[in-house]
């Protein structure tokens, strides 16, 4: 073990484990599954016999000050579920669709997946299997390690443009080398009472209602938090949400067109001469090529594009520029456009150029623990091998981002087996039909010919049972010990075991079991932990070491970018080519793609196809976040169902009324590629009748498993075609023309 490096802790005034009133209390993080992003402070509480019986937040704990959402709350009842997976199954391959399993034991499934991975390798090479991730439970660690371990470079999301979180990072680390979030003092224990902190004067909350989503590292109710301390919102959004009906100034922004947007409010910013002068010339690259781009953007302009009153348009950018402190809290609607990096690096912009970069209230690098990003194993996999990383070739710049596959790319190859064929497919916390995966029947078609295929799951889900040969039970968090420190700022937390149910194992377990069995020099440890023992060792603390004294600070400071603590070499500036903020991007130029930020009309939409209107005269998005599910979870959760028994279409009451449709109607949402099923939900919370809003991921857990529990009329992604940006990331999700029409009888 290292030497122990220098934390802060929180003092506690019990240790972790403890008795309370005839029940054991354990403390720990509440990081997935079922999923989530965030890993609260929870205190479990279990009976005599080992049962969780009760969840409630850790007060000291200062992420979420013991503050939980319904999901954590209502735990219990996911965790003993009665349509829970409890042992490994398989079924013959002839029976994919089919419910047809036959319960076996662990040794039975390692052995025979084993030698079926072993075989393909043998015969194929490693690259012709697939290891795909969902989002949620933090196993990007572990299945990247267990690819990379077999020899395959071909580890990533079955998500169109990696259009979740990655083109964001991405984005970020190639024009400034490092990734940004709002300082909201989460780095700190003390939080808000710490003297180096300083409240934002306004916060941007840009396509994101974080207290319900809650996502990437970000608690919502942070937000209320500091606006109880003084700062102002922005909220650019086109549905009114509760935080929008506090808002200083609410944008109804036209989905799709976040870039236009940023680049009206940079126009104003540029041409009102309210920049950071100082900064800007000391620590960006290409401020007169932007400036000069802006001006293709005027407000007047963006205000016809965007849907925003022109005025609204030039008040957000003088608000936000002429604050002392400001910053950016923004969410999947901008990844989700399918030019997301020109976007995300125009709305960087806004707080790049006003030096709003690395200080007090502005944005901050989070701090690591450990580099995350990168995944953990990457020296295992050769140079001849990382080359075969699908998608690599055609975008490059997925050599600058995370060291995933470029998933359109993948559907692709699975089709026609160019530049090789694809024969294996390791499916782990994903549920494609129903979530991520655009075009469901196109991917359903491809990946049905591979040769052998796993899930790995908690609870049996429609691309399990449409596509699996074996399938291996995953557990609950409560049910596994595990390590956080990913996800947004870092902190050292331990998840940790309080309960056991049928013979489910945890991600890292399993990736571990099965590793040894693969390559086993890649995996020496004994235990998972041992394994996270070792993961953690630059720290000097054990697991256990670490469990006693969790949850663990680094010390933070500010203006890392003066005393050369990001860049490698110790020099003053940012992690990029020119060392400053690239405004115009060197990594981009030599990519092929645009320098400078840009926007281009989702395709089809008002803008780009206005001879659609006729016939799908409404602009829908998808994927807006409820309090009762994540994602494509938590359907088969009878309390949280009763609060979303149905999916929801929300329609503004102006269209409604044109459509002839009433609360509660079943309607089909179509365009030209699909059609899905959804109940009307009529709220005035639409801000502009020529838009709808719907619910993402359904799927009938209590439906027929052979009808693959509905999820064929259900997927709104029936709807999104596979395809990306020119950089391979980002993809238009939420910004699709649509029409309206009632369901008929027998439908």
């Known amino acids: 073990m290292n030497e122990k490096r220098t934390y802060v802790f929180v003092d506690h005034g019990k240790p972790w484990r403890y008795e309370e009133d005839g029940l054991t209390v354990t403390r720990g993080s509440a990081w997935s599954g079922p999923g989530c992003h965030l890993g609260c402070g929870v205190r479990l509480y279990t009976d005599g016999e080992g049962r969780l019986?009760?969840?409630?937040?850790?007060?000291?704990?200062?992420?979420?000050?013991?503050?939980?959402?319904?999901?954590?709350?209502?735990?219990?009842?996911?965790?003993?579920?009665?349509?829970r997976l409890l042992h490994p199954m398989r079924r013959d391959r002839?029976?994919?669709?089919?419910?047809?399993?036959?319960?076996?034991?662990?040794?039975?499934?390692?052995?025979?997946?084993?030698?079926?991975?072993?075989?393909?390798?043998?015969?194929?090479?490693?690259?012709?299997?697939?290891?795909?991730?969902?989002?949620?439970?933090?196993?990007?660690?572990?299945?990247?390690?267990?690819?990379?371990?077999?020899?395959?470079?071909?580890?990533?999301?079955?998500?169109?443009?990696l259009a979740c979180y990655l083109p964001r990072v991405s984005g970020?680390?190639?024009?400034?080398?490092?990734?940004?979030?709002?300082?909201?003092?989460?780095?700190?224990?003390?939080?808000?009472?710490?003297?180096?902190?300083?409240?934002?004067?306004?916060?941007?909350?840009?396509g994101n209602n974080p207290i319900v989503s809650n996502s990437d590292g970000f608690f919502g109710h942070w937000v209320v938090d500091l606006m109880k301390r003084g700062m102002d919102i922005i909220v650019i959004d086109p549905r009114m949400t509760w935080l929008g009906r506090r808002a200083a100034l609410q944008l109804p922004i036209r989905p799709g067109t976040d870039a236009a947007l940023a680049l009206g409010m940079l126009n104003v910013i540029v041409n009102e001469d309210l920049y950071d002068h100082d900064f800007v010339d000391r620590w960006t690259y290409g401020f007169d090529k932007l400036a000069e781009r802006v001006q293709d953007y005027p407000p007047d302009k963006v205000a016809d594009i965007t849907w925003i009153p022109e005025e609204r348009i030039v008040k957000a950018a003088r608000t936000f520029a002429q604050a002392e402190r400001a910053c950016i809290q923004w969410g999947l609607a901008v990844d989700m456009t399918r030019e997301a990096l020109p976007a995300i690096q125009a709305i960087a912009a806004l707080t790049q150029i006003t030096g709003n970069i690395d200080r007090p209230g502005g944005m901050i690098v989070p701090p690591e623990i450990l580099f995350y990003g990168g995944g953990f194993g990457a020296d295992l996999l050769s140079e001849e091998q990382t080359a075969k990383r699908i998608g690599l070739e055609k975008y490059p710049l997925l050599k600058f981002g995370f060291a995933t596959l470029q998933p359109d790319e993948m559907v692709r190859q699975m089709e026609t087996s160019e530049p090789y064929a694809l024969h294996g497919m390791w499916l782990q916390t994903t549920n494609p039909l129903a979530c991520m995966g655009a075009d469901p029947d196109r991917f359903y078609r491809a990946a049905k010919e591979l040769d052998f295929i796993v899930g790995v799951d908690m609870f049996m889900t429609p691309t399990i049972m449409a596509l699996a040969d074996y399938v291996l039970p995953a557990a609950t968090y409560p049910e596994r010990d595990g390590l956080r420190i990913g996800d947004g700022p870092q902190r050292g937390e331990t998840i940790n075991k309080v309960?056991?149910?049928?013979?489910?194992?945890?991600?890292?377990?399993?990736?571990?079991?099965?590793?040894?069995?693969?390559?086993?020099?890649?995996?020496?440890?004994?235990?998972?932990?041992?394994?996270?023992?070792?993961?953690?060792?630059?720290?000097?603390?054990?697991?256990?070491?670490?469990?006693?004294?969790?949850?663990?600070?680094?010390?933070?400071?500010?203006?890392?970018?003066?005393?050369?603590?990001?860049?490698?070499?110790?020099?003053?500036?940012?992690?990029?080519p020119t060392g400053r903020i690239e405004l115009w991007s060197t990594q981009y130029a030599g990519a092929g793609l645009d320098p400078l930020p840009y926007f281009e009309e989702p395709e089809p939409g008002p803008g780009s196809t206005p001879e659609l209107l006729d016939e799908y005269p409404l602009v829908l998005t998808t994927g807006a976040r409820n309090w009762g599910m994540f994602h494509s979870e938590h359907r088969n959760v009878p309390r949280l169902r009763a609060l979303r028994p149905d999916p929801i279409v929300e329609v503004h009451?102006?269209?409604?009324?044109?459509?002839?449709?009433?609360?509660?109607?079943?309607?089909?949402?179509?365009?030209?590629?699909?059609?899905?099923?959804?109940?009307?939900?009529?709220?005035?919370?639409?801000?502009d009748p020529r838009f709808c809003s719907t619910d993402h991921a359904w799927w009938l857990p209590e439906g027929d498993p052979e009808d693959l529990f509905g999820v064929r009329d259900l997927a709104i992604n029936n709807l999104v075609p596979w395809t990306c940006g020119k950089s391979g990331f980002g993809s238009n999700y939420k910004c699709m023309l649509v029409k309206l029409y009632k369901v008929k009888d027998g439908e």
Not at 506 to 525: T, V
Not at 530 to 540: A, D, H, K, L
């Open 172 to 206: 970020m680390y190639s024009t400034t080398g490092s990734f940004w979030v709002c300082d909201c003092s989460q780095q700190f224990p003390d939080r808000y009472d710490n003297p180096a902190y300083e409240v934002p004067e306004v916060m941007v909350l840009w």
């Open 53 to 83: 019986v009760k969840v409630e937040g850790d007060r000291e704990n200062p992420f979420n000050q013991g503050r939980l959402c319904i999901r954590c709350l209502d735990l219990p009842e996911v965790v003993y579920n009665d349509r």
């Open 653 to 687: 009451p102006q269209t409604a009324e044109d459509l002839g449709l009433r609360d509660g109607d079943w309607v089909w949402v179509e365009n030209q590629r699909g059609r899905a099923k959804r109940r009307v939900q009529v709220t005035p919370v639409l801000l």
């Open 94 to 161: 002839a029976d994919r669709g089919k419910d047809a399993w036959q319960r076996i034991t662990w040794d039975e499934a390692y052995d025979e997946i084993e030698a079926r991975l072993k075989d393909l390798r043998e015969r194929y090479g490693a690259e012709s299997v697939l290891f795909m991730q969902g989002t949620g439970r933090d196993i990007a660690t572990w299945i990247s390690r267990l690819a990379w371990s077999y020899g395959s470079p071909n580890y990533g999301f079955p998500l169109s443009g």
């Open 499 to 576: 309960c056991q149910v049928g013979e489910c194992k945890s991600d890292m377990e399993i990736n571990l079991e099965l590793g040894r069995r693969l390559n086993p020099a890649a995996w020496p440890w004994a235990d998972v932990k041992e394994m996270f023992s070792s993961i953690i060792g630059e720290t000097g603390y054990s697991f256990d070491e670490l469990r006693e004294v969790a949850p663990a600070y680094p010390q933070y400071t500010y203006r890392k970018h003066e005393l050369g603590l990001l860049r490698p070499d110790g020099q003053p500036g940012f992690n990029t």
